[in-house]
């Protein structure tokens, strides 16, 4: 109500900008939000496809390590007396990887092979990745698992997939050292990496991307949109103030000042027609809700002129008979009067005396 009431106070221009405005200002802050969440949840869907993509091309890389390269070098060297580190997947994961990174593309994203019980030191779990080892060994269904955290300040993007021992042959190394071949365990010692199972949850693949970047192209992306929305609602709000006061109120104009002449008490026909032939007639030609009040306007116009003509003759012939009863007013008073009473009597004695000579 109290709204209402302020808006009342400006001009229907004003009211109109100020109404759009603030139809603006809630359309930019509700779609903003909207915007602004959809951009993160497509961030995030980039990044997660980033991650999957890195994770299987790291995978194809332990899986033909372990199924074709392995074997072809066993072959012709004895793992007992040669370690040879491009026989073992992770290994030729990592160096696949940090080739991979070369590509711009691909040049922030961070791989780590987070396992509790690493052979590697560098591979070991920290406490976030040793919670999500614990939730891929508590559902195994579960193939993958992404989300963002952070770390030294930073905010990252992660996607994990569990690292699961699914061969046999991995038991050879990893089984306990009595087992492991000798070059193994001159290289890793008789402490770590061993006490795999089969089918055993040992760790996670793991791929960290740094998400402020991505963020920051959403945030630029929304920034872009909301200049563009800014730029077309202030192109609009000219637009719809240049066509109502070219198409509403100026047609008005006429009309409200035809009113207020209208409502003086004194008022002649000719201004009443001076102000019809300014605007009014133009008004009443046009086909649209302007038009037909032009027309009602023009009609009362019509007929406040044709009631004043008839007036002004009815207030003339008042005006004579006015005077005429006047007249026979005032004769009638004079005849009235005592010295007109005496002069007609005066007369009538010398008619009596003179008007009849034979007496």
Known sequence: MEFAKMLGRFKLASQFTLLLTLIFIAGIGLGGFALSKAL????LGEMNARGQMAIQIVNSVRSYTSNDIAPLITQITDPQNEFIPETVPSIAAKRVFDNLKADWQYKDLIYKQATLNPTNLNDQADRFEAKLIERFESDRTLKSLSDLRSQAGEQLFYTAQPLVVNSSSCLKCHGSPEQAPKSHVERYGTQNGYGWKLNQIIGTQIIYIPASEVFGNARNALFLFISIFIGIFA???VSINYLLKWR???PLKPMAQLAQTISRETVSASEVRDLERQGLTEIAQRTDELGQLGRVFQKMVREVSDREQQLSAQLQQLRVEIDNTKRINEVQEIAESDYFQKLQ????EI?????????
Do not use: D, H, M, S
């Open 40 to 43: 993160e949840q497509k961030a």
């Open 235 to 237: 192109l609009v709000l």
């Open 248 to 250: 509403v109120i100026q």
């Open 345 to 348: 009597q005066t007369a009538k």
């Open 351 to 359: 008619r009596n005396q003179y008007g009849n000579p034979e007496e």
